[in-house]
């Protein structure tokens, strides 16, 4: 079965830092690129970063950038986020997802994408921000 | 950065269709679009509805479509049923930032 089960969410202080783990299985991890989304209590998603099959390839949302650092161990078949400096607006559900993709860019007429539809979803990890 | 607009909401009865449209605030959305779709049930992670404009995945009936027109996107909903009662989520590609981004959401109720 394929899966994806997050992990290392939790009650935080804003300003401290905290790290984000996602376990997959059933699948060639190491075929596919990766992303973080989050989703804020009664809100919408927001992608927050995605990462392509061997690291070439890494962006952020631009609410995350310089703070949040996305990584992946294909041995381990493991998806990591490393949240720096949290604020309160950073408390939200982290989804881990899978791309159908592999994250490197695919391009027709002239426009190229890294990243495409994320087809498997784990089922979330919370993580609160506050003092 | 690319925006996508969602209506906030929707609604139907039963057997009824009801479409969801997303407008990107980019030309490149309409010069070669890339429109991913998302069901939200109550209490549930997101499901993948369609992907690449128009193509269903695996198990996903054939009640749900997609198309895409200029700089919109749209999916639709045929025999609109109960269960179909969540939000709904477009995500496209900014080429320019080379993020991902999704659209605000549209909450579907069923009458």
């Known amino acids: 079965e394929v899966q994806l089960v997050e992990s290392g969410g939790g009650l935080v202080q804003p300003g401290r830092s905290l790290r984000l783990s996602c376990a997959a299985s059933?699948?060639?991890?190491?075929?596919?690129?990766m992303h973080w989304v989050r989703q804020a209590p009664g809100k919408g998603l927001e992608w927050v970063s995605g990462i392509s099959w061997d690291r070439d390839n890494i962006a952020y949302g631009n609410s995350v950038r310089g703070r949040f650092t996305i990584s992946r161990d294909n041995a381990k078949r493991s998806l990591y986020l490393q949240m720096n400096s949290l604020r309160a607006e950073d408390t939200a559900l982290y989804y881990c997802a899978r791309d159908i993709g592999d994250g490197h860019p695919r391009c027709n007429h002239g426009v190229c994408r890294h990243f495409r539809a994320l087809d498997v979803w784990g089922q979330g990890t919370v993580v609160a921000v506050s003092s | 950065q690319i925006v996508l607009t969602q209506p906030p909401s929707v609604s139907g009865a039963p057997g009824q269709r009801v479409t969801i449209s997303c407008t990107g605030s980019s030309s490149e959305i309409g010069a070669d679009p890339d429109v991913h779709w998302y069901q939200q049930l109550p209490g549930t992670a997101p499901k993948l509805l369609i992907y690449s404009n128009t193509n269903r995945p695996s198990g996903v009936p054939h009640r749900f479509s997609g198309s895409t027109s200029g700089a919109s996107a749209s999916l639709t909903i045929t025999g609109l049923q109960a269960e179909d009662e969540g939000d709904y989520y477009c995500?496209?590609?900014?080429?320019?930032?080379?993020?991902?981004?999704f659209g605000g959401g549209t909450k579907l109720t069923v009458l």
């Open positions: 995500q496209s590609y900014d080429t320019f930032l080379s993020t991902s981004v």
């Open positions: 059933g699948f060639r991890f190491d075929e596919y690129a």
